[in-house]
C-alpha cells in the first residue's frame, strides 16, 4: 500500500492542525491505521491507531485532544490534533498494516510530516 501524508506545519499553541492519509488501495481492506511520531532526540511513539472495525486507540499523552477518523469514500485517514503543546513537536509518520493471517501481516509507512507548536 502506498502512502501519501499531508497537513503538517507550524502551528501556535493552543492551535489545531489535521493530518491526512490517502492509501493506494481501498481503505477497507486495511485493518489498521494510525501514526507514530518522532520528536527529536527521543523514541518513536505510537499516536493513535483506528482499526477496520472502527476501534480506536490513543497514547495517553493525546487522549481528549487528538482524533483519528477514516473517510471510505476518499480511502483517507485523518488526525485531527487540537489543543496543541511544544511536546507535540515531532515528524508524524502514518503506517497502515494488514492481516493476512494471525500471525502474518505487512506494515507500509507514509513519509514523515512535520508538526511544529511554537509560539
Known amino acids: 500500500v502506498q502512502l501519501q501524508a499531508s497537513g503538517g506545519g507550524l502551528v501556535q499553541p493552543g492551535g489545531s492542525l489535521r493530518l491526512s492519509c490517502g492509501t493506494s488501495?481501498?481503505?477497507?481492506?486495511?485493518?489498521?491505521m494510525g501514526w507514530y511520531r518522532q520528536a527529536p532526540g527521543k523514541q518513536r511513539e505510537l499516536v493513535a491507531h483506528?482499526?477496520?472495525?472502527?476501534?480506536?486507540n490513543y497514547a495517553d499523552s493525546v487522549k481528549g485532544r487528538f482524533s483519528i477518523s477514516v473517510d471510505n469514500a476518499k480511502n483517507t485517514a485523518y488526525l485531527q490534533m487540537s489543543s496543541l503543546k511544544h511536546e507535540d513537536t515531532a515528524v508524524y509518520y502514518c503506517?497502515?498494516?494488514?492481516?493476512?493471517?494471525?500471525?502474518?501481516?505487512?506494515?507500509?509507512w507514509g513519509q514523515g510530516t512535520l508538526v511544529t507548536v511554537s509560539s
Open positions: 503506517y497502515a498494516t494488514i492481516m493476512f493471517t494471525r500471525s502474518i501481516s505487512s506494515r507500509d
Open positions: 488501495e481501498s481503505i477497507v481492506s486495511i485493518n489498521i
Open positions: 483506528i482499526t477496520s472495525g472502527g476501534s480506536t
